[in-house]
């Protein structure tokens, strides 16, 4: 059954960009691979459950979001 929660799969979000801040700071840096690396994650620690679709969105959400003033291009 795919995981279409927002509450769980952000909660997943959450903890893998705590644990990989690399990929973040990469990410940020404007290196697109390191993000599906990040949604490979989530994936993983969903066990495949999580709607990749939500899982993306979420990201990209959070992701936009503590980068401070200017976004991503801070």
């Known amino acids: ?44 620690a969903s066990r495949g459950k999580a709607n990749p679709g939500q899982v993306n969105e979420i990201l990209k959400r959070k992701l936009g979001e503590d980068a401070g003033p200017g976004g991503l291009a801070s």
């Open 1 to 44: 059954r795919q995981v279409s929660d927002a509450g769980a799969i952000e909660a997943m979000v959450d903890e893998v960009l705590a644990g990989n801040a690399k990929q973040v700071e990469d990410y940020r840096a404007g290196k697109e691979k390191a993000f599906n690396s990040l949604v490979g994650q989530v994936m993983k």
